[in-house]
C-alpha cells in the first residue's frame, strides 16, 4: 500500500492516519458523516486517505481550534477545494496569538511571585489581569483568525432582482468618521472609500456582496421596515458597521478631498499629527483611542514589529511631503539609519483612519 519512492502518493489507512494526525478513527468517521472528508475505498472497502484528505483534516482541526463547531465548518467548507497555505496562514496567527498570550501569562506570573515574595499582597486588579492573561483554553468563532480565513474564501456570484440595487445605493458612515459611497452603474453596484476609486461589487445573496479584486466583503443591513440603514464592510479579520447619512455632506467632503489629490496639498496640521505617530510607534504605545477601530486591531497586532523597525532606523532626521494618493498623504521620511515611506488619513471626525509605512523606494 505505501510507495516509499514517492510520499505525495502515499495512502494510509483510518488506523495509520488516526495516528499519524492525532486524531480518533470515530473523529475521522465523523468527519466523513458531516461531508467534510471522502476518502478513498478499497474493493474491500477500507477506508484509505491521501494528501488531499490530510490537508482538509488540518483544515478542520485549524477550525476547531477557533471555536467552530463541525456544522459550521461543514457550511464554511461546503463545495470548496481544501487550501493549504489558507490553512497554514490560519494555523500560524493561532499559534502565534498562543505564544503571544504564553508570554504575556508568564510575565504576569513572575511579576506577582516577584511582590509576594517581597511581602506584597495582590490587587484587585493584579487577580484580575492575571484572570484574564492566563486563561489560555478559550476559543471563540469572533476572533480575527477566523474572520480572515471567512474573508478570504472563495465565493459565488448569484443573480438578484435588478430593482434591489438602488436601495442599497448611497453614503455610509462610520462611528469613526469613514465615508463610503455605494452607487449603482447600470446593474453594477460600486463601493468606494470616500477620497477612493470606486470597485465593483457583486451578489452572493440579497444582502451580501464581494469584492473580486480584494478579500472584501459588503452586507447591507435593514431596519424593521425592510428599509436599508446600514451595511458591515468585512476585511483583514475586522467588521466595520456603518449607518447610512445623507449624501450631499458626504460628496461636499469627498469634493475637498479630491481637490487636495488635485492641488496636492496636505491636509491641516498633517506634519504634526505624522511625527505624533511615529513618536507613539517609536515607543510602542500607538493611541489606540485616537484611531479607527480597525486600524487600531492592525496597530495592535503590529506595533511590536514597527516598533523593532524604528529603533533600527534611529533618531528622526526629516519629513519630507511628497503629495496625496488615494485620500492619503503621503510622506518621505529620513531616519538617522533610514529612510522610508510613509502615509496615512485621518476621518472628518479626527480620528486616523489608513496608516502604511514601507522603506522608500
Not at 50 to 74: F, H, M, P, W, Y
Not at 110 to 127: A, F, H, V, Y
Request: glycine share 6%; with cysteine.
Amino acid at each position: 500500500m505505501h510507495d516509499r519512492r514517492n510520499r505525495d502518493q502515499v495512502l494510509l489507512t483510518a488506523l495509520e492516519c488516526a495516528e499519524q494526525v492525532g486524531v480518533s478513527i470515530r473523529a475521522l468517521r465523523l468527519y466523513e458523516q458531516y461531508g467534510l472528508i471522502s476518502p478513498r475505498r478499497t474493493s474491500k472497502q477500507w477506508r484509505l486517505y491521501g494528501s488531499t484528505e490530510i490537508v482538509r483534516l488540518n483544515e478542520i482541526l485549524a477550525l476547531k481550534t477557533l471555536g467552530l463547531s463541525l456544522r459550521d465548518i461543514a457550511k464554511l467548507l461546503e463545495g470548496q477545494v481544501a487550501d493549504l497555505e489558507q490553512t497554514l496562514s490560519l494555523q500560524r496567527e493561532a499559534l502565534a496569538n498562543s505564544k503571544d498570550r504564553a508570554i504575556r501569562g508568564l510575565q504576569v506570573i513572575e511579576s506577582l511571585q516577584s511582590k509576594i515574595r517581597s511581602g506584597g499582597t495582590p490587587s484587585i486588579d493584579d487577580l484580575t489581569n492575571l484572570a484574564r492573561e492566563t486563561h489560555m483554553t478559550e476559543t471563540s468563532k469572533d476572533t480575527a483568525a477566523w474572520r480572515r480565513y471567512e474573508q478570504m474564501r472563495p465565493r459565488d456570484e448569484v443573480p438578484i432582482k435588478a430593482d434591489l440595487l438602488d436601495t442599497f445605493s448611497g453614503a455610509y458612515e462610520t462611528a469613526d468618521g469613514t465615508l463610503s459611497i455605494v452607487t449603482n452603474h447600470d446593474g453594477q453596484l460600486a463601493y468606494r472609500i470616500v477620497g477612493q476609486s470606486d470597485i465593483d461589487i457583486f451578489p452572493e445573496g440579497e444582502t451580501e456582496f464581494f469584492m473580486k479584486v480584494l478579500p472584501v466583503q459588503i452586507k447591507f443591513c435593514r431596519d424593521h421596515d425592510g428599509r436599508v440603514d446600514g451595511l458591515v464592510h468585512h476585511q483583514n479579520g475586522f467588521e466595520d458597521h456603518a449607518r447610512k447619512v445623507a449624501v450631499d455632506p458626504i460628496l461636499r467632503i469627498e469634493a475637498e478631498i479630491q481637490q487636495r489629490i488635485r492641488d496636492q496639498t496636505s491636509m491641516p496640521g498633517s506634519a504634526d499629527i505624522l511625527r505624533r505617530l511615529i513618536e507613539e510607534h517609536a515607543r510602542g504605545e500607538p493611541d489606540l483611542d485616537g484611531m479607527a477601530p480597525a486600524l487600531a486591531a492592525l496597530a495592535i497586532e503590529q506595533k511590536d514589529f514597527i516598533q523593532s523597525e524604528l529603533e533600527k532606523a534611529g533618531s528622526l532626521k526629516a519629513l519630507s511631503f511628497k503629495g496625496v494618493q488615494q485620500g492619503l498623504d503621503i510622506y518621505d521620511v529620513e531616519f538617522e539609519n533610514a529612510k522610508m515611506e510613509w502615509g496615512f488619513a485621518v476621518t472628518h471626525r479626527g480620528k486616523v483612519s489608513h496608516l502604511y509605512l514601507r522603506p522608500a523606494l
